[in-house]
């Protein structure tokens, strides 16, 4: 028997997303809404906004849209309805977010200010389930020159290689640099492990002409600036 997918169009009008978003706009859509135009389709037994509600309570410990940047290829999978097709949708619309996150940040980047330098990484960084060393290298005149990661580690440490950062540091030829890492509990609040091993790059750094500009915890739609708090 020939499966029938219940498209969005199938609705009735006042349940569709399409032409609820023309008339009063896309935030009068719900979240399960907004994830029915992305699915387009449903299954023979569940409609499209029946799947995205599915999807969106999938994870009991990070419900809703929060939650889809948690979800790997093989999770996405597992949900009832979501195939190769529409998993790889959900995973592009995930880093496409992040991506337009950047984006929206980066005119206002500014790399001597803490809060900038944050909200650049803050979608990259604080749903990721290991924590992960950023460097990020600037020049003389603190102009971005590249970030690169130096290490991920377990879900609750990672190794802060400081003999690899200043290598890198010096083969790039920078001058200043910020490291950045994410903290996965959501709590940036350093631990003694971060602010001794910030003390040491600093240190190390100063007797090769490397300045540490910051060391930038990433928590949960949270930051800590190390130099804010008067620790650089």
């Not at 020939?2 to 199938?10: A, F, N």
């Not at 984006?103 to 809060?115: N, V």
């Not at 040491?200 to 090769?208: P, T």
Request: proline residues 4%; contains cysteine; glycine residues 6%.
């Amino acid at each position: 028997m020939m499966t029938k997918h219940l498209t969005v169009k199938e609705l009735p009008v006042s349940e569709r997303p399409y032409e609820k978003c023309e008339i009063y706009g896309p935030q009068s859509l719900s979240d399960a809404e907004l994830l029915a135009v992305i699915l387009r389709t449903g299954t023979r037994r569940l409609r499209a906004i029946d799947l995205a509600v599915n999807v969106l309570n999938y994870s009991s410990n990070n419900p809703g849209l929060k939650g889809l940047n948690y979800l790997s290829m093989k999770e996405l999978r597992q949900i009832n309805g979501i195939g190769r097709v529409k998993a790889i949708e959900l995973l592009c619309l995930t880093e496409l977010t992040k991506r337009m996150s950047k984006e929206i940040h980066k005119d206002s980047l500014k790399f001597i200010t803490p809060q900038s330098i944050a909200n650049y990484y803050m979608q990259d960084m604080r749903h990721l389930s290991r924590e992960q060393v950023l460097l990020v290298l600037l020049d003389s005149k603190n102009k971005y020159m590249k970030d690169i990661v130096m290490s991920s580690g377990t879900v609750n440490t990672s190794i802060m290689p400081i003999r690899e950062v200043l290598i890198q540091a010096l083969k790039e030829e920078a001058v200043n640099i910020i490291l950045v890492h994410n903290h996965p509990s959501g709590d940036p609040s350093p631990s003694s492990e971060d602010i001794r091993v910030t003390k040491r790059m600093l240190e190390a750094g100063n007797l090769i002409g490397i300045t540490l500009m910051d060391h930038i915890i990433i928590g949960d739609n949270r930051y800590i600036s190390l130099k804010e708090q008067g620790l650089i």
